[in-house]
Protein backbone atom coordinates (compact mmCIF):
# COMPACT_ATOMS: atom_id res chain seq x y z
CA UNK A 1 0.00 0.00 0.00
CA UNK A 2 1.43 3.59 -1.23
CA UNK A 3 1.78 5.80 1.23
CA UNK A 4 -0.61 7.93 -0.20
CA UNK A 5 -3.26 5.65 -0.16
CA UNK A 6 -2.65 4.60 3.57
CA UNK A 7 -3.46 7.92 4.86
CA UNK A 8 -7.16 7.51 3.78
CA UNK A 9 -7.28 4.08 6.53
CA UNK A 10 -8.29 6.26 9.70
CA UNK A 11 -11.54 7.68 8.44
CA UNK A 12 -12.26 10.88 5.58
CA UNK A 13 -9.37 12.42 4.52
CA UNK A 14 -8.39 16.06 4.58
CA UNK A 15 -6.37 17.21 1.87
CA UNK A 16 -5.57 20.99 2.04
CA UNK A 17 -3.86 22.62 -0.54
CA UNK A 18 -1.06 25.29 -0.29
CA UNK A 19 0.81 27.26 -2.43
CA UNK A 20 4.27 27.04 -1.73
CA UNK A 21 6.25 30.73 -1.39
CA UNK A 22 3.00 32.62 -1.26
CA UNK A 23 4.14 35.00 0.59
CA UNK A 24 7.29 33.25 1.55
CA UNK A 25 7.85 29.94 1.92
CA UNK A 26 8.74 30.38 5.68
CA UNK A 27 5.34 31.65 5.93
CA UNK A 28 4.38 28.02 3.81
CA UNK A 29 6.26 26.18 6.31
CA UNK A 30 3.70 27.51 9.63
CA UNK A 31 0.87 26.88 7.47
CA UNK A 32 2.16 23.42 6.72
CA UNK A 33 2.69 22.72 10.09
CA UNK A 34 -0.62 24.51 11.53
CA UNK A 35 -2.45 22.00 9.02
CA UNK A 36 -0.93 18.93 10.39
CA UNK A 37 -1.59 20.09 14.08
CA UNK A 38 -4.92 20.68 13.37
CA UNK A 39 -5.60 17.14 11.51
CA UNK A 40 -4.64 17.19 7.71
CA UNK A 41 -3.77 13.70 6.33
CA UNK A 42 -1.85 14.31 3.11
CA UNK A 43 -0.69 18.01 2.00
CA UNK A 44 -0.90 19.19 -1.04
CA UNK A 45 2.25 22.01 -2.20
CA UNK A 46 1.53 24.11 -5.28
CA UNK A 47 4.42 24.86 -7.43
CA UNK A 48 3.95 28.19 -8.67
CA UNK A 49 3.81 28.91 -12.60
CA UNK A 50 3.16 31.47 -14.78
CA UNK A 51 0.38 30.43 -16.70
CA UNK A 52 -1.62 27.97 -13.81
CA UNK A 53 -5.07 27.05 -16.01
CA UNK A 54 -6.40 24.93 -13.67
CA UNK A 55 -6.67 27.85 -11.06
CA UNK A 56 -9.06 30.88 -10.05
CA UNK A 57 -8.15 34.12 -9.98
CA UNK A 58 -7.38 33.05 -5.94
CA UNK A 59 -4.74 30.82 -6.19
CA UNK A 60 -3.52 32.73 -9.57
CA UNK A 61 -2.78 35.65 -7.23
CA UNK A 62 -1.09 33.50 -4.81
CA UNK A 63 1.19 32.22 -7.72
CA UNK A 64 1.95 35.45 -8.82
CA UNK A 65 2.88 36.55 -5.40
CA UNK A 66 5.08 33.45 -4.76
CA UNK A 67 7.14 34.58 -8.51
CA UNK A 68 7.68 37.57 -7.39
CA UNK A 69 8.90 37.02 -4.49
CA UNK A 70 11.53 34.95 -6.27
CA UNK A 71 10.63 31.21 -5.48
CA UNK A 72 11.76 28.80 -7.36
CA UNK A 73 11.51 24.71 -7.98
CA UNK A 74 15.08 24.29 -6.54
CA UNK A 75 14.13 26.39 -3.28
CA UNK A 76 10.96 24.50 -2.82
CA UNK A 77 12.87 21.40 -2.98
CA UNK A 78 15.23 22.52 -0.58
CA UNK A 79 11.92 23.66 1.45
CA UNK A 80 10.58 20.49 1.41
CA UNK A 81 13.34 18.89 2.73
CA UNK A 82 13.68 21.08 5.40
CA UNK A 83 9.74 20.21 6.31
CA UNK A 84 11.17 16.42 6.00
CA UNK A 85 12.64 17.07 9.64
CA UNK A 86 9.35 17.00 11.23
CA UNK A 87 6.52 16.62 9.30
CA UNK A 88 5.43 12.98 8.24
CA UNK A 89 2.48 12.96 6.74
CA UNK A 90 2.00 12.40 2.83
CA UNK A 91 2.96 15.55 0.33
CA UNK A 92 2.16 15.98 -2.85
CA UNK A 93 3.42 18.19 -5.52
CA UNK A 94 0.44 19.98 -7.24
CA UNK A 95 1.99 21.71 -10.99
CA UNK A 96 2.20 21.86 -13.79
CA UNK A 97 3.43 19.67 -16.84
CA UNK A 98 5.78 22.42 -17.98
CA UNK A 99 8.01 22.60 -15.17
CA UNK A 100 8.61 19.17 -15.08
CA UNK A 101 9.49 18.94 -18.74
CA UNK A 102 11.08 21.93 -18.08
CA UNK A 103 12.91 21.13 -15.39
CA UNK A 104 14.09 17.36 -17.09
CA UNK A 105 10.83 14.91 -16.00
CA UNK A 106 13.45 12.23 -14.60
CA UNK A 107 15.33 14.77 -12.85
CA UNK A 108 12.44 16.17 -11.23
CA UNK A 109 10.65 12.93 -10.18
CA UNK A 110 14.01 11.29 -8.80
CA UNK A 111 14.56 14.20 -6.78
CA UNK A 112 10.98 14.19 -5.25
CA UNK A 113 11.32 10.73 -4.25
CA UNK A 114 14.92 11.69 -2.35
CA UNK A 115 13.06 14.81 -0.79
CA UNK A 116 9.85 12.31 0.53
CA UNK A 117 7.35 13.98 -1.89
CA UNK A 118 4.94 11.15 -2.22
CA UNK A 119 2.82 11.88 -5.41
CA UNK A 120 2.49 14.62 -8.10
CA UNK A 121 -0.71 15.96 -9.48
CA UNK A 122 -0.56 17.76 -12.90
CA UNK A 123 -3.84 18.95 -14.16
CA UNK A 124 -3.06 19.86 -17.64
CA UNK A 125 -1.69 16.47 -18.25
CA UNK A 126 -4.18 14.54 -20.48
CA UNK A 127 -5.02 10.86 -19.08
CA UNK A 128 -3.88 9.38 -22.51
CA UNK A 129 -0.29 11.27 -22.24
CA UNK A 130 0.79 10.24 -18.89
CA UNK A 131 3.56 8.03 -20.22
CA UNK A 132 5.01 11.04 -20.99
CA UNK A 133 5.70 10.77 -16.31
CA UNK A 134 4.07 7.61 -15.38
CA UNK A 135 7.13 5.07 -16.45
CA UNK A 136 9.49 7.75 -14.14
CA UNK A 137 7.25 7.95 -11.53
CA UNK A 138 6.54 3.93 -10.85
CA UNK A 139 10.94 3.67 -11.30
CA UNK A 140 10.81 6.45 -8.40
CA UNK A 141 7.77 5.23 -6.73
CA UNK A 142 6.56 8.51 -6.80
CA UNK A 143 2.51 8.38 -7.20
CA UNK A 144 1.21 10.16 -10.62
CA UNK A 145 -2.28 11.29 -9.14
CA UNK A 146 -5.08 11.11 -12.07
CA UNK A 147 -8.21 13.55 -11.99
CA UNK A 148 -11.69 13.06 -12.84
CA UNK A 149 -13.75 15.86 -14.14
CA UNK A 150 -17.29 15.89 -14.85
CA UNK A 151 -16.52 15.76 -19.01
CA UNK A 152 -14.90 13.00 -18.06
CA UNK A 153 -18.34 10.63 -18.93
CA UNK A 154 -16.96 7.03 -20.66
CA UNK A 155 -13.55 7.54 -19.68
CA UNK A 156 -13.80 7.40 -15.50
CA UNK A 157 -13.60 3.79 -15.51
CA UNK A 158 -10.51 3.96 -17.76
CA UNK A 159 -9.12 6.44 -15.61
CA UNK A 160 -9.77 4.88 -12.42
CA UNK A 161 -8.40 1.29 -13.45
CA UNK A 162 -4.77 2.74 -13.80
CA UNK A 163 -5.36 5.34 -10.85
CA UNK A 164 -2.70 5.24 -8.11
CA UNK A 165 -2.20 6.64 -4.77
CA UNK A 166 -5.62 8.09 -4.87
CA UNK A 167 -8.55 9.63 -7.35
CA UNK A 168 -8.85 13.63 -7.74
CA UNK A 169 -12.52 14.12 -8.85
CA UNK A 170 -13.03 17.26 -9.91
CA UNK A 171 -16.66 18.67 -8.26
CA UNK A 172 -17.20 21.06 -11.15
CA UNK A 173 -16.48 22.36 -14.35
CA UNK A 174 -14.28 25.49 -14.33
CA UNK A 175 -11.16 26.34 -12.66
CA UNK A 176 -10.37 26.43 -8.83
CA UNK A 177 -11.70 29.05 -6.37
CA UNK A 178 -14.99 28.90 -3.82
CA UNK A 179 -18.15 28.18 -4.93
CA UNK A 180 -21.72 28.89 -3.34
CA UNK A 181 -23.09 24.99 -4.42
CA UNK A 182 -21.84 22.19 -5.74
CA UNK A 183 -24.55 21.07 -8.14
CA UNK A 184 -22.64 18.12 -10.38
CA UNK A 185 -24.00 14.95 -9.87
CA UNK A 186 -20.96 13.36 -7.67
CA UNK A 187 -22.25 10.17 -6.35
CA UNK A 188 -22.72 9.01 -10.00
CA UNK A 189 -19.14 9.52 -10.21
CA UNK A 190 -17.92 7.87 -7.30
CA UNK A 191 -20.73 5.18 -8.11
CA UNK A 192 -18.28 4.37 -11.94
CA UNK A 193 -15.20 4.59 -9.68
CA UNK A 194 -15.84 2.76 -7.13
CA UNK A 195 -17.01 0.21 -9.57
CA UNK A 196 -13.56 0.13 -10.54
CA UNK A 197 -10.87 0.48 -8.14
CA UNK A 198 -10.28 0.33 -4.52
CA UNK A 199 -8.13 3.11 -5.03
CA UNK A 200 -9.36 6.49 -2.59
CA UNK A 201 -11.50 8.90 -4.19
CA UNK A 202 -10.85 12.49 -3.06
CA UNK A 203 -13.03 15.85 -4.30
CA UNK A 204 -11.89 19.51 -5.04
CA UNK A 205 -12.50 22.15 -6.85
CA UNK A 206 -15.07 24.99 -4.74
CA UNK A 207 -15.30 23.52 -1.57
CA UNK A 208 -15.03 26.30 0.82
CA UNK A 209 -17.65 25.85 3.63
CA UNK A 210 -17.29 23.11 6.78
CA UNK A 211 -21.16 22.56 5.19
CA UNK A 212 -19.26 21.58 2.00
CA UNK A 213 -16.60 19.62 3.55
CA UNK A 214 -19.20 17.68 5.07
CA UNK A 215 -21.37 16.72 2.39
CA UNK A 216 -18.60 16.15 0.09
CA UNK A 217 -16.70 14.09 2.45
CA UNK A 218 -20.21 11.63 2.47
CA UNK A 219 -19.36 10.79 -1.13
CA UNK A 220 -15.79 10.18 -0.80
CA UNK A 221 -13.05 9.37 0.79
CA UNK A 222 -11.53 12.55 1.46
CA UNK A 223 -12.12 16.38 0.60
CA UNK A 224 -9.44 18.80 -0.73
CA UNK A 225 -9.44 22.66 0.01
CA UNK A 226 -7.49 24.97 -1.81
CA UNK A 227 -8.54 28.84 -2.65
CA UNK A 228 -10.63 28.56 0.99
CA UNK A 229 -6.95 28.42 2.79
CA UNK A 230 -5.15 30.54 0.00
CA UNK A 231 -7.53 33.43 0.48
CA UNK A 232 -6.55 33.34 4.36
CA UNK A 233 -3.00 33.32 3.42
CA UNK A 234 -3.53 36.78 1.37
CA UNK A 235 -5.68 38.11 4.00
CA UNK A 236 -3.46 37.76 7.11
CA UNK A 237 0.46 37.51 4.57
CA UNK A 238 3.34 36.71 6.95
CA UNK A 239 0.92 37.09 10.34
CA UNK A 240 -0.43 34.07 9.08
CA UNK A 241 -0.51 32.08 12.25
CA UNK A 242 -2.51 29.08 14.26
CA UNK A 243 -5.44 31.37 15.50
CA UNK A 244 -5.86 32.19 11.90
CA UNK A 245 -6.20 28.97 11.00
Known amino acids: MSKIKSAFTNGKAFIPFITCGDPDLETTGRIVRAAVENGADIIELGIPFSDPTAEGPVIQGANVRA ?22 IPLVFMTYSNVVFSYGAKEFISTCKEIGIDGIILPDLPFEEKDE ?12 ISLI ?10 IAKEAEGFLYIVSSLGVTGTRSEITTDLSSIVKVVRENTDIPCAIGFGISTPEQAENMSKLSDGVIVGSAIIKLVEKY ?3 FCRGCW
Do not use: H, N, W
Open 67 to 88: LAGGVTTDKIFDFVRSLRKDVK
Open 133 to 144: FQPICREYGVDL
Open 149 to 158: APTSQKRIAM
Open 237 to 239: GKK
